[in-house]
C-alpha cells in the first residue's frame, strides 16, 4: 500500500538555524499539506500546496516558513531560523483528486528539537 | 468555525468488552469527519471518514463510528477491545470551504489485558 515517507525521523538544530523537513508524498497525489504537533498538544494545520503554489495557510506559517516541491516527487518545508517554540513534530500528508472530501494519508513524522 | 471536541483524554476499557471515544462536532456546513490513530513514535493513520450516506461508518482493525446528527456527535466504536487497539485517537473535520482538517485534543485509549 502506498505511503507518504518522511526524513528525517528526527533533527536537532540550534536556535537560529536553518531546517529543511522533506516528504515523499504518494505518488498520484496532487494536493499536499504540512501540520505540526507540538508535545501534549493537538495536530496544528500550517499549509496546504497544490499546483506549486500554496492554498492555504495558517496563522502559524509567517514568513518564516516556506515550503517547496523541487521535483516530482518531493515536498519540503523549510524553517529559516528556527526558534526554541519551534520544536514539535511535523507531520507531512497528502491527497488525491476527489476534492473536499478526499481522505488526508500522513506520514510518520520528524520530530523537530530547537536548542 | 467548524470545531471537535473530544471531552475524555483517557478511556480505559477491559480487553474484550466494546470500546467508545466521543467526538462531538460544531460546523456551519456539511460535516466531513475523520478519525485518526496515533501508535507511539508514528504517524497518523486513518482509520474511517463520513462524507454522506449511511450513518454508521465502518474502517479499518475493526473500527465503526456513527454519525448523529440531532446530538452532533461522531463517536468511534469497536464491538470488542484488543490490547493492540491502545493508542491515541484523533477526530477531526475538514474546515468549510478548505482542505484544512481541524483536529480535536485527542483521546488516549488504553486496552487492559
Known amino acids: 500500500e502506498p505511503e507518504v515517507t518522511q526524513t528525517p525521523s528526527h533533527q536537532v538544530t540550534q536556535m537560529g538555524q536553518e531546517v529543511i523537513l522533506r516528504c515523499v508524498p504518494i505518488?498520484?497525489?496532487?494536493?499536499f499539506y504540512w501540520y505540526r504537533q507540538i508535545l501534549g498538544q493537538k495536530v496544528e494545520f500550517l499549509v496546504s500546496f497544490y499546483n506549486n503554489e500554496i492554498s492555504e495557510k495558517s496563522e502559524i506559517f509567517d514568513d518564516q516558513f516556506s515550503v517547496e516541491r523541487p521535483d516530482g516527487s518531493n515536498f519540503t518545508l523549510k524553517i529559516r531560523s528556527t526558534k526554541l517554540e519551534d520544536s514539535a513534530m511535523y507531520f507531512c500528508?497528502?491527497?488525491?483528486?476527489?476534492?473536499?472530501?478526499?481522505?488526508?494519508?500522513f506520514g510518520p513524522g520528524t520530530r523537530l528539537t530547537v536548542l | 468555525a467548524q470545531s471537535v471536541a473530544q471531552p475524555e483524554d483517557q478511556v480505559n476499557v477491559a480487553e474484550g468488552n466494546p470500546l467508545t471515544v466521543k467526538c462531538t462536532y460544531s460546523v456551519s456546513g456539511n460535516p466531513y469527519l475523520f478519525w485518526y490513530v496515533q501508535y507511539p513514535n508514528r504517524g497518523l493513520q486513518f482509520l474511517l471518514k463520513?462524507?454522506?450516506?449511511?450513518?454508521l461508518v465502518k474502517g479499518s482493525y475493526g473500527f465503526e463510528a456513527e454519525f448523529n446528527k440531532s446530538q452532533t456527535s461522531f463517536h468511534l466504536k469497536k464491538p470488542s477491545a484488543l490490547v493492540s487497539d491502545s493508542a491515541l485517537y484523533f477526530c477531526a473535520v475538514r474546515d468549510e470551504g478548505t482542505y484544512k482538517y481541524i483536529f480535536g485534543t485527542g483521546t488516549r485509549l488504553k486496552v487492559l489485558a
Open positions: 500528508a497528502s491527497s488525491g483528486l476527489a476534492g473536499y472530501t478526499d481522505t488526508q494519508y
Open positions: 463520513y462524507i454522506t450516506g449511511d450513518n
Open positions: 505518488s498520484n497525489h496532487l494536493y
